[in-house]
């Protein structure tokens, strides 16, 4: 053992830090590697950055400086100091939101860098993505709140909706024009305050992800709106599906899984959209129903791609590969029939995302043959 120890001094492992944590001492090396020296009892071992998990600090102090010594999402590195940070009264915290806040007597802090303006002795991070101080709110990834009210901000359903003084918040973001005092959650996706009705929405986007929207619903009456199931609403003038005015039919309407299909006795509706000449009797979506940012469902007579009819899909064979579909005669993507493709003899590749036929190779939405690309689908 005392050899070990020796070599742990010399030149050769070129330690550039040693931080004193416990009963531990943590040496990090140019190669990143953190080497744990528990006790002379317990021995030596080496552990790799990458391998840790949250339950490990990631705020250290050593000789009256703070460190920090971990990426937001994954990975260790050489420890960097915090800039201005109270190593006397600095405390790493580990609440909810699983974020890598930190505070001193003075102020809060994110991943290793002050936040500005912040107030460390009433930092509040008990939600899974609203933390709070007498000043200001923040969001996951160490966003401040442009324009939140600290003082007056709470949580008024967990980890999605908050509001202060000024403003209603759905994900950290304001919602226009809401009216903070009187609004109330309705569920289902509806809320209200004392003027307006709102609908909440979320869909994906390739280049842009997650998109969160909150809606007016202009017409809406807020004195008397109620809200029934499914996305269904109704108040003194109107019925709403999914935040639409509808002539749905509420009695006989049927849901599908959690996707914006909905039927009843005479229609088959895709986020209150009518969908054109559907079967409501023989609708059904797809066991894997959302593929390639987008939701599949069919009845007797056609294939739908959320709202709109799959041209040239046979219904009673029609599979679906990813992005990538297939029936009997062509291949799709994205809803959209590929021109002189062959069905029959498709096969994917689920590991890459890709496909071919008898005539053609297919990635990423685009076509290709003789190793040239010929075109893609937007």
Known sequence: MKNLQKGFVTPLLIVIAVLVIGGGVYYFSKNTKLINIPGVSSGIREINPQSFSKNDPVY??????????????????????????????????????????????????????????????????????????KIQAYYPNCRIIEGSDGSSFQVIQVGTYAKD??????????????????????????????????????????????????????????????????????????????????????????????????T??????????????????????????????GYYAKDKNQVYFENNVVVGADPSSFVIYGSYAKDKNFVFYKGKKIENSDGSSFQYNQVEGTGKDKNYVYAYGCIYKDNKQISCIK
Do not use: W
Request: net charge negative; hydrophobic share 30%.
């Open 60 to 133: 250290f102090k050593y000789q009256g400086k703070v460190y920090y010594s971990a990426t937001l999402f994954g990975g260790r590195g050489t420890p960097q100091i915090v800039d201005g940070a109270d190593a006397e009264s600095f405390s790493e915290r580990k609440l909810s939101t699983g974020q890598e806040y930190g505070v001193d007597k003075n102020f809060a802090y994110c991943a290793g860098s002050k936040l500005n303006s912040s107030d460390g002795p009433t930092f509040n991070d008990s939600d899974p993505n609203y933390a709070f101080d």
């Open 264 to 293: 009843d006795k005479t229609h088959a509706y895709y986020n209150a959209i009518v969908l054109t000449n559907a079967d409501p009797n023989t609708f059904e979506i797809f066991n894997s129903y959302k593929y390639g940012n």
């Open 165 to 262: 003084k000024n403003h209603v918040y759905r994900f950290g973001i304001v919602i226009s024009g809401a009216d903070a005092p009187t609004f109330q959650i309705l569920g289902d996706s509806y809320m209200k305050d004392k003027n307006n009705v709102y609908y909440a929405t979320q869909r994906h986007d390739e280049v842009r992800g997650e998109i969160y929207e909150v809606k007016k619903i202009e017409l809406a009456d807020a004195n008397s709106f109620n809200v029934l199931k499914d996305g269904f609403a109704e108040d003194k003038n109107h019925k709403y599906l999914k935040g639409q005015v509808t002539s749905a039919d509420y009695s006989s309407m049927k849901s599908y899984a959690e996707t914006p299909y909905v």
